[in-house]
């Protein structure tokens, strides 16, 4: 059974083959994109198990999502089919450095996730459950289905594991701060961007923000700040992490790395720094490739960064 088990929804992602805006591209490659299934994929990688809970409709874009997550080793046993629903869709527009998304999601199949779609049983064989903010805010029943995991977690002794992970796009004119405050003081172990800790506690500095988790009892904490390096804390010390070195050319799906090499650290005992760099190089990795698991490394892969090897190529 998966050692660590998240839920939310993953969509279809057309990305451009050039830079530009959208209406000058006719190209395009056909990728995935959530950023709990990331999260699942990259703990798969780099050699644990993960559960990934979500809806997809039934069509080819659904497929393709399926296939593809199952084909990374993620278990989807709990991926319900609808067909009532379709899968959710994200265009990427890519030019000078940035990256921005469209999307298409509204009503899909992943939107309507409730508490009904989840097997108790099958939650209560993961050793962590990972949640982020994206999930509850897509509908009131994907809240739901998210305040429940955390409180069955909660319940059941288990690891939570919160990223608020904030699209804007997505809160629309609601303002969901005290929700994901509420979430993130339920988790044992926080995951959240310097940027987001503003945002919700209304604190940057990243000393106060472990102190403010650890008063709430966060067992582990990463204080994430992009290509400028980030922190990470347990309730006994801090340590700052560099950036790992890399070339990057995309970086969606780099925070979701991080969280997975952090998350796979926690799992096998690591120190605090070794779980922080194992994070880092995984994030630092995932930039080097367009799409957003495609970077993730292998075990093998973290394993040779760790020890600074180079990997022969021929």
């Not at 990259?42 to 593809?68: P, Q, Y």
């Not at 957003?292 to 022969?312: A, C, F, N, T, V």
């Amino acid at each position: 059974m998966p050692e660590i088990i998240t839920a939310g929804e993953t969509m279809a992602v057309m990305s451009p083959r050039e830079q530009g805006p959208l209406r000058y591209v006719s190209d395009y490659k056909l990728r995935m994109a959530g950023a709990e299934s990331n999260v699942a994929v990259g703990i798969c990688k780099m050699g644990h198990t993960a559960g990934w809970i979500s809806r997809l409709g039934e069509d080819e874009m659904g497929a393709f999502v399926l296939n593809a997550t199952r084909g990374e080793g993620v278990d989807c046993q709990n991926v319900i089919i609808d067909e009532a629903h379709r899968t959710g869709l994200m265009l990427k527009e890519m030019g000078n450095g940035e990256t921005k998304v469209y999307y298409y999601r509204e009503n899909s199949a992943a939107s309507h996730l409730c508490p009904d779609d989840l097997d108790e049983g099958y939650l209560a064989s993961a050793k962590i459950i990972h949640l982020t903010g994206i999930t509850p805010v897509l509908s009131k029943s994907c809240e739901e289905t998210c305040i429940a995991m955390a409180e069955f977690a909660k319940k059941n002794n288990m690891m939570l594991s919160f990223d608020p992970n904030i699209r804007k796009k997505l809160w629309k004119d609601r303002d969901y701060s005290s929700l994901m405050k509420e979430l993130l003081y339920k988790a044992d172990i926080a995951l959240l961007g310097k940027d987001e800790a503003e945002q919700i506690l209304g604190i940057s500095d990243p000393e106060e923000i472990v102190g403010i988790l650890r008063e709430k009892g966060v067992k582990y904490i990463a204080v994430k700040d992009g290509g400028n390096g980030a922190w990470v804390a347990d309730q006994d010390s801090m340590e700052f992490m560099a950036p790992y070195p890399c070339r990057p050319v995309d970086p969606i799906g780099a925070g979701d790395a991080f969280n997975a090499g952090f998350l796979c650290g926690i799992l096998e005992g690591k120190p605090l720094a070794e779980c922080g760099r194992m994070a880092a190089i995984a994030g630092a990795l995932a930039t080097e490739t367009p799409g957003d698991i495609e970077g993730y490394p292998s075990r093998k892969q973290l394993e040779m960064k760790m020890q600074s090897e180079k990997e022969i190529y021929r």
